[in-house]
């Protein structure tokens, strides 16, 4: 079967469209936190939006790859979320769950592709579906640190670090301000997991 007449054509599509939509709407989060003085978390979206771009990148390359003509028109009908609106601790919820759902529809595009013989599209369909769920972990994370306020409270002492001067400190609770550049606390890292670094 040519890819060009393949289901996975379609779904190589629809992912690229969904990517393009997840990206921008990391962005709409991203000044919203920004706004808000949450540099750090606006900037960990930032790279997250950045990560969907490159996956949008990524099938768009497939997707000329089936044609060594032009595509002048590619007709997608599916359905693509347009929840996020709403206040930021909200936000962070739909994103983790946009993620989860991103991801279902890779497994599904996954099977399809191989069904159809396309295993390295296969294989990237499954790729982009691991990272979608570790994205809606960090979502899911900083959902629930904003939540029960530990973002910048902890059990125990942990390192502060200043990203704007490199100031640290070692304390339960990251300064209010930063006492050697005045950053506000915004700017200080978020905690996540070790294995949720992005
Ligand atoms: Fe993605
Ligand atoms: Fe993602």
């Not at 629809?14 to 750090?40: H, P, T």
């Not at 032009?70 to 599916?78: E, G, K, P, T, Y």
């Not at 059990?155 to 670090?161: G, M, N, R, T």
């Amino acid at each position: 079967m040519k890819l060009k007449d393949s289901k996975t054509f379609s779904n190589l599509a629809r992912a690229y469209m969904a990517e393009c939509g997840a990206r921008s709407r990391y962005e709409f989060c991203e000044y919203g936190f920004r706004y808000n003085g949450y540099e750090a978390i606006a900037t960990l979206i930032d790279k997250i939006a950045y990560q969907e771009f490159n996956h949008a990148r990524v099938l768009y390359m497939k997707l000329q790859d089936a044609e060594m003509k032009m595509i002048d028109n590619i007709d997608v009908c599916a359905g693509f979320p347009f929840k996020e609106k709403w206040d930021l601790l909200t936000n962070l919820q739909l994103l983790c769950q946009d993620e989860l759902d991103e991801a279902k529809a890779y497994e599904e595009f996954e099977q399809t592709a191989r069904e159809e013989g396309f295993d390295e599209i296969a294989d990237i369909f499954k790729m982009i579906r691991d990272v979608e769920v570790r994205h809606a972990r960090v979502f899911e994370e900083l959902y629930n640190q904003m939540k029960d306020k530990s973002l910048y409270k902890k059990a125990k002492e942990v390192a502060w670090i200043c990203p704007a001067c490199g100031y640290v400190s070692f304390d339960k609770q990251a300064w209010e301000t930063c006492p050697l550049c005045q950053a506000k606390q915004g700017y200080c890292d978020v905690k996540l997991p070790e294995d949720l670094y992005i």
